[in-house]
C-alpha cells in the first residue's frame, strides 16, 4: 500500500471534480501519511484565451488558501503539500514565475502535456509519428529536470509516438537513462493504467526495466475515490512488479512546515 502521493488535482482545473476537504478524507481512508496537491499550473496568456484544462490565474489566491487551511485542520492526520503539475515552456517560463512570485509552492511535477505555448501547440498525447517532436519533447523534459524545479516527471511516455521502434527506443531511452544518472523516479501512472489510455506504455516500461529505473506511483486524481482505491493502487504495483521496478514509496521531506 502506498504512503504517499503527489499527484492530486483540484476541481479548478475544469476536468476534475470533488471538493478540496473531499481528497483529504479520501486519502486517510486510503492510509497515505503525505499527500500532494498538484493542480495544473496556470499561465499567463492573452485576455482572450482561457485555458480549459488548468486553473486560472485569478484561481490561485483561492487554492492556496483552501489548501492551507486543510492542511491546519488535518495536521494530526496526513502532512498536506500544496504544489502543481507544470509544463516547461522555456519561452513562457519568466512570466510565470512572476505570476507565482510570493505564493508558498512546496513542490512542482513536471507534466510536459505542451512543448510550446499551448495556444499554439498540439497536445503530447494525441499520436504522432513526428520523430522531430518526439526528440522535442525528451529534450525539454530532461531541460526541466536539470533546472532543480521539479520532483519527478508526471506520466514520462505521456508522448503517444506512433513512428518507428527505433527511434522510440533512441529517444525514451535516452531519458530513462538520464533519470537513472540523476536518480528521478518514473510515475507509474494510475489514471492512464484504470482507464486503459495508452500510457502506460510497455515500450516505454521495457526500456526503463532494462535501464534500472526506479518508479513512483502517482494516483493524478480528478475525483477523491482514486485516492483510497485499493485495487487500482495494486493494479500500480503489479505493473512495477511486472517490469521490475523498485518502488519509491516517499519523497524525502520538504516544503512548507
Known amino acids: 500500500m502506498i504512503t504517499a502521493n503527489y499527484h492530486t488535482h483540484t476541481a479548478r482545473c475544469q476536468h476534475a471534480k470533488g471538493e478540496d476537504?473531499?481528497?483529504?478524507?479520501?486519502?486517510?481512508?486510503?492510509?497515505?501519511?503525505?499527500?500532494?496537491?498538484?493542480?495544473?499550473?496556470?499561465?499567463?496568456?492573452?485576455?482572450?484565451?482561457?485555458?480549459?484544462?488548468?486553473?486560472?490565474?485569478?484561481?490561485?489566491?483561492?487554492?492556496?488558501?483552501?489548501?492551507?487551511?486543510?492542511?491546519?485542520?488535518?495536521?494530526?492526520?496526513?502532512?498536506?503539500?500544496?504544489?502543481?503539475?507544470?509544463e516547461y515552456v522555456p519561452d513562457m517560463m519568466e512570466e510565470q514565475r512572476r505570476l507565482l512570485e510570493g505564493y508558498p509552492i512546496d513542490y512542482r511535477i513536471l507534466g510536459e502535456h505542451f512543448t510550446e505555448n499551448e495556444m499554439h501547440s498540439v497536445y503530447t498525447g494525441f499520436?504522432?509519428?513526428?520523430?522531430?517532436?518526439?526528440?522535442?519533447?525528451?529534450?525539454?523534459?530532461?531541460?526541466?529536470?536539470?533546472?532543480?524545479?521539479?520532483?519527478?516527471?508526471?506520466?514520462?511516455?505521456?508522448?503517444?509516438?506512433?513512428?518507428?521502434?527505433?527511434?522510440?527506443?533512441?529517444?525514451?531511452?535516452?531519458?530513462?537513462?538520464?533519470?537513472?544518472?540523476?536518480q528521478f523516479p518514473l510515475e507509474i501512472n494510475l489514471l492512464g493504467l484504470v482507464e486503459s489510455r495508452h500510457y502506460p506504455s510497455r515500450r516505454f516500461w521495457k526500456i526503463a526495466e532494462e535501464v534500472g529505473n526506479s518508479a513512483i506511483i502517482g494516483c493524478d486524481a480528478h475525483t477523491?475515490?482514486?485516492?483510497?482505491?485499493?485495487?487500482?493502487?495494486?493494479?500500480?504495483?503489479?505493473?512495477?512488479?511486472?517490469?521490475?521496478?523498485?518502488?519509491?514509496?516517499m519523497l524525502p521531506n520538504f516544503g512548507t512546515k
Not at 56 to 65: A, G, I, V
Not at 70 to 84: H, K, N, P, Q, V
Not at 235 to 249: G, I, K, N, T
Open 127 to 182: 499520436p504522432s509519428n513526428d520523430a522531430s517532436a518526439l526528440q522535442r519533447y525528451v529534450d525539454l523534459v530532461i531541460e526541466a529536470l536539470e533546472t532543480g524545479d521539479y520532483l519527478y516527471p508526471a506520466h514520462p511516455d505521456l508522448m503517444h509516438f506512433t513512428g518507428a521502434d527505433e527511434i522510440y527506443d533512441e529517444q525514451f531511452r535516452r531519458l530513462c537513462v538520464y533519470c537513472k544518472e540523476k
Open 224 to 249: 477523491p475515490d482514486r485516492l483510497s482505491n485499493q485495487k487500482y493502487i495494486r493494479m500500480c504495483e503489479d505493473w512495477a512488479a511486472q517490469f521490475h521496478l523498485p518502488l519509491v514509496q
Open 21 to 86: 476537504k473531499a481528497y483529504v478524507e479520501e486519502a486517510i481512508a486510503g492510509g497515505l501519511k503525505v499527500l500532494g496537491f498538484s493542480d495544473h499550473c496556470p499561465w499567463v496568456f492573452p485576455k482572450e484565451y482561457v485555458s480549459r484544462t488548468r486553473m486560472r490565474p485569478e484561481e490561485l489566491d483561492d487554492y492556496f488558501t483552501s489548501l492551507e487551511q486543510l492542511r491546519r485542520e488535518y495536521a494530526r492526520d496526513i502532512t498536506i503539500y500544496i504544489g502543481f503539475e507544470a
